[in-house]
């Protein structure tokens, strides 16, 4: 690195501006403390957050992370053109063009997939897609699914394509204390089956009715995190089980180990996921997991998952029931294999990119 000379680089964290902590907010919140960790030893790069002035009425929701921040706008002496480089955290773009970009594309599932999501927002979304493919010096991807994606729909040349995989917290690692009142309201007394839910993608309607086929509602109940839609509802209520599937709404982050650690295996079978971290948090807290056998939920089971075709309600249910004979040996290598992927890995490489497109 060139001695004395200082890079700037602002990371556009627009999307953090939520009190809800999915998938996006948990990658920016973690990435940035990870990032804020290595910038102690790297005296020539100033990291910063930056924020789209245009939701500065969503202060409020602004992560505590370690790092400093400001406000931008389009207006000269105010956007991020003071930033010798700007990594946009999701496909949040900045107003005005950058020296220099870098954008983290978690999935293309708008563009990969229709009929999942309003006309409108897909045609926003792939608007979004289009821009960042002529303004950004490199795109990060979770998986090498999210790559083949981008180079196939939106042609991106795959030497500026780099794959950087998500970490795992250590909470999901470490047995939360039990009948604690923080986790008795969450935990059921009955053995169950974890999902996700209700989002189409999610497919949750078949997992719905695997869980039947599989017979396994005279054992278990199915757990679902998310709201019961009125046809899920209807559904359950002519099979007469309504009992046995509860929704669950509005779960807190802190109280996710506990519900995968209580839980009898985690079923997953996506119909598309740009990653897939789920997958790895349950393998973390040691219970088995069905996922499905394409895109990145394949290729981030890979021998420690039941693979399944998301398509096959019979499949799913096999699945299920396949999964609930996991020994703890080899539940016990799925958990060393969800330790490979740490956040501190993650930020490692992200600033190897920054350097590299800087080069410094």
Request: charged share 20%.
């Amino acid at each position: 690195m060139r001695s004395g000379k200082k890079y700037r680089i602002g990371l556009e964290a627009s999307s953090a501006l939520s009190h809800k902590v999915s998938g996006i907010q948990r990658y920016i919140r973690e990435l940035v403390s990870a990032l804020a960790g290595l910038a102690e030893f790297e005296p020539n790069l100033e990291l910063e957050l930056c924020y789209k002035g245009n939701r500065i009425n969503k202060k409020g929701c602004r992560p505590d992370l370690p790092m400093g921040y400001r406000w931008y706008w389009p207006v000269p002496g105010f956007s991020t053109g003071r930033y010798d480089l700007v990594h946009s955290l999701d496909s949040s773009l900045p107003w005005s063009q950058p020296s220099r970009m870098v954008c983290t594309v978690h999935d293309l599932f708008s563009a990969v997939l229709d009929g999942y999501s309003s006309h409108r927002f897909r045609k926003r979304k792939i608007h979004t897609y289009q821009r960042l493919v002529r303004c950004c010096d490199a795109i990060i991807v979770p998986s090498n699914a999210t790559k083949q994606d981008i180079i196939e729909y939106l042609a991106y040349p795959e030497n500026r394509i780099y794959v950087v995989q998500h970490g795992v917290q250590q909470k999901f690692f470490q047995v939360p204390a039990e009948s604690t009142s923080k986790n008795s309201d969450i935990i059921p007394a009955e053995p169950y089956i974890l999902c996700f839910g209700p989002q189409k993608r999610k497919n949750f309607s078949r997992v719905l009715r695997a869980f039947i086929e599989s017979g396994l509602y005279n054992t278990h109940l199915l757990l679902v995190v998310g709201c019961l839609d009125p046809e899920a509802i209807a559904f359950l209520q002519g099979k007469g089980i309504e009992n046995r599937v509860i929704g669950m709404a509005g779960v807190a982050d802190e109280k996710m180990p506990a519900l995968y650690m209580g839980a009898s295996a985690l079923c997953f079978p996506s119909m598309y996921e740009g990653f897939g971290l789920p997958i790895l948090e349950a393998m973390a807290c040691g219970i088995p997991v069905i996922t499905s056998r394409i895109s990145a939920t394949a290729e981030l089971g890979s021998k420690h998952a039941v693979l399944v075709s998301p398509e096959s309600v019979q499949e799913i249910a096999r699945g299920i029931k396949q999964a609930l004979t996991f020994d703890r040996f080899r539940l016990a290598r799925a958990k060393e294999y969800a330790r490979r992927f740490t956040w501190d890995e993650t930020a490692k490489a992200t600033l190897s990119i920054y350097k590299e497109i800087l080069n410094i």
